[in-house]
């Protein structure tokens, strides 16, 4: 089985810093790529950044210059750096990876992580 287990969230004050991180664990062969997604209320989960597992990125536009996605695949893990964060950044973010399993047969699919509240506001 693979879990995605993500930390980092809370609440932060507009213009101030956070960063998330995510460990994917278990049955892993590879790992593709790797991203970050938020959502609100009454709103579709809207992706923000995506990397490769070569290290190409990816950001939605009102992320971009705020945010940066790093990837330690020694770790398994991906990390999202928020920046400058603004009272509209407050959603749940999910990370999200495309995971080559270690069984056979061989699966690649998509796992998500739990979600964690991210709130900024004065």
């Known amino acids: 089985q693979v879990q995605l287990v993500e930390s980092g969230g809370g609440l932060v004050q507009p213009g101030g810093s956070l960063r998330l991180s995510c460990a994917a664990s278990?049955?892993?062969?590879?790992?593709?790529?790797m991203g970050w997604y938020r959502q609100v209320p009454g709103k579709q989960r809207e992706s923000i950044a995506t990397?490769?597992?070569?290290?190409?990125?990816n950001y939605e536009e009102s992320v971009k210059g705020r945010f940066t996605i790093s990837r330690d695949n020694a770790k398994n893990t991906v990390y999202l750096q928020m920046n400058s964060l603004k009272p509209e950044d407050t959603a749940v973010y999910y990370c999200?990876?495309?995971?080559?399993?270690?069984?056979?047969?061989?699966?690649?699919?998509?796992?998500w992580g739990q979600g964690t509240q991210v709130t900024v506001s004065s």
């Open positions: 999200s990876a495309n995971i080559v399993g270690r069984s056979w047969p061989l699966s690649i699919r998509d796992y």
């Open positions: 278990g049955s892993i062969r590879s790992i593709n790529t």
């Open positions: 990397i490769t597992s070569s290290g190409s990125t």
